[in-house]
């Protein structure tokens, strides 16, 4: 059986999870600690979480585990049959992995784990986050999914996303640059009315709980 490797609080985790989910395909969740990275290098080379244990080996990146899925398990599409649709859907996941998330994942060490972050880094990183949503404003479409009018593997990718860009811009600037993008606040109401969501959603809210109780 697969076996997904990580941890609940992560976000590229809850990525992979919720295809899994949402795709009927069986697995096992098997914890692997981030911060333990000899204990990972064996199964992902530079050491990250999630990573798929399959019987034919292992794979690491998220991105390249969510294609796998998708080939491997083809009888529910989470991408678009045609191959132009296919590309925006990727070009979606793509754009607000590289151009917003990466860069908010900047704040995550003060807005989350008790660190420090400087001014300087939080204002550069304020005016790439905003190029960066403008940017993806261009291309989703939230009618009502990002993609359009059907479930896509762009809405597993992102929601988990969402919500950290949503609590880490509060804490650190004091406002919710979800509300940036525009038509994600209703999306967030229509995604936590799928079954799968609510459930990647509250292991991910048990995992944190215990995470933070032993700090």
């Known amino acids: 059986m697969i076996k997904l490797c990580g941890f609940p609080i992560s976000n590229y985790y809850n990525k992979v999870k919720l295809v899994l989910l949402e795709k009927g395909i069986e697995f096992e969740e098997q914890t692997a600690d981030p911060f333990q990275k000899e204990a990972i290098l064996p199964f992902s080379p530079a050491g990250k979480i999630p990573f798929l244990l399959t019987d034919q080996g292992s794979l690491s990146e998220s991105q390249v585990i969510l294609e796998y899925l998708e080939e491997a398990f083809p009888q529910k599409p989470l991408y678009p049959s045609d191959p132009f649709e296919r590309a925006k859907c990727r070009e979606l996941i793509q754009h607000f992995e590289l151009d917003v998330e990466l860069v908010a994942r900047r ?5 989350f784990f008790g660190g420090s972050v400087s001014h ?3 204002a550069e990183v304020r005016e790439k986050i905003g190029a960066g949503i403008d940017a ?3 291309l989703a479409k939230f009618s009502p999914y990002i993609a359009g009018g059907r479930f896509t593997a762009a809405d597993c990718a992102l929601w988990p996303s969402f919500g950290l860009l949503s609590s880490a811009t509060q804490r650190i600037y004091g406002e919710d640059f ?7 606040m209703d999306y967030m109401n229509l995604m936590e009315s799928r079954p799968h969501v609510r459930k990647v959603a509250a292991d991910r809210a048990a995992a944190m709980a215990a995470f933070f109780a032993k700090k």
């Open 136 to 138: 993806f404003n261009r």
């Open 107 to 111: 704040l995550y060490g003060e807005a």
């Open 120 to 122: 300087e880094t939080k």
């Open 178 to 184: 979800l509300q940036k993008i525009t038509g994600a």
